[in-house]
Each structure stands twice: as structure tokens, then as C-alpha cells.
């Protein structure tokens, strides 16, 4: 199996994508886009503020213990 990305914003894609649903050895799996704040909380990500928060907590703890 070979898997392709396209981005398909403009015509040519949009006719390439066409012509290779009509190929009987080919098959087209669309995935919907997700928001950034979607694919954020699915990988558990922090805010920056957040990050250099914990950061700075961890520097501390190190360097005045």
C-alpha cells in the first residue's frame, strides 16, 4: 500500500482526485481537517504560558534546592 497526502485547494487537484476514483486499483480516503485547538488537545498540549510556568518551577527546584 502507498499512501498519498494532497492538499486539495485549487482545480488540479480537484481533477487529479477524479481521475483516480475512476482507477479500479485505487482507493480515495478523505480525512476531515481537524481545528488547531482539536488536534492540540488530542496530543495533550499546553498553552506556552503553561509551559514556561512548569519551566521555570522545574528551574527553580533544581537550582535552589
Same mark, same amino acid.
Given at each position: 500500500?502507498?499512501?498519498?497526502?494532497?492538499?486539495?485547494?485549487?482545480?488540479?487537484?480537484?481533477?487529479?482526485?477524479?481521475?483516480?476514483?475512476?482507477?479500479? $486499483?485505487?482507493?480515495?480516503? !478523505?480525512?476531515? +481537517? #481537524?481545528? *488547531?485547538?482539536?488536534?492540540?488537545?488530542?496530543?495533550?498540549?499546553?498553552?506556552?504560558?503553561?509551559? $514556561?510556568?512548569?519551566?521555570? !518551577?522545574?528551574? +527553580? #527546584?533544581? *537550582?535552589?534546592?
Amino acid at each position: 500500500m502507498t499512501t498519498i497526502l494532497i492538499d486539495d485547494n485549487n482545480g488540479q487537484t480537484t481533477k487529479f482526485i477524479d481521475y483516480v476514483r475512476t482507477l479500479p $486499483f485505487a482507493t480515495i480516503v !478523505e480525512t476531515k +481537517k #481537524k481545528s *488547531f485547538r482539536e488536534a492540540s488537545k488530542e496530543c495533550n498540549a499546553v498553552s506556552v504560558d503553561t509551559f $514556561f510556568d512548569k519551566l521555570d !518551577e522545574r528551574i +527553580k #527546584k533544581r *537550582f535552589n534546592a
